[in-house]
Nanobody
Framework: QVQLVESGGGLVQAGGSLRLSCAAS????????MGWYRQAPGKQRELVAT???????NYADSVKGRSTISRDNAENTVTLQMNSLKPEDTAVYYC????????????????WGQGTQVTVSS
């Protein structure tokens, strides 16, 4: 069974930085895209950033220029570096893996991590 394990959340002051990491474990042949989403209290889950296996990246306008997503295809890990954090970045951040191929016979699946809390104080 494939699982995503997130780390790096926490409490940080406005203007500070955080590095979120996510590792996929289990039997994996390939993953099409990995990324981060977030959900603030009372709001819908939203995209933060994604990266494909070919290193094509996509960022939400709200974090563009302040964040960098990177990926290690061999290790099935994805990292999000967030700088100049704002109180409105406070949310639970979820790691996502899209198009996970576990075997050549099974269909690809999408998997979510359990989430890690990021709190930015003003």
């Amino acid at each position: 069974q494939v699982q995503l394990v997130e780390s790096g959340g926490g409490l940080v002051q406005a203007g500070g930085s955080l590095r979120l990491s996510c590792a996929a474990s289990g039997s994996i042949i390939s993953i099409d895209a990995m990324g981060w989403y977030r959900q603030a209290p009372g709001k819908q889950r939203e995209l933060v950033a994604t990266i494909t296996s070919g290193d094509i990246t996509n960022y939400a306008d709200s974090v563009k220029g302040r964040s960098t997503i990177s990926r290690d295809n061999a290790e099935n890990t994805v990292t999000l570096q967030m700088n100049s954090l704002k109180p409105e970045d406070t949310a639970v951040y979820y790691c996502n893996a899209q198009g996970v191929r576990r075997t050549w016979s099974l269909p690809r699946v999408d998997i979510w991590g359990q989430g890690t809390q990021v709190t930015v104080s003003s």
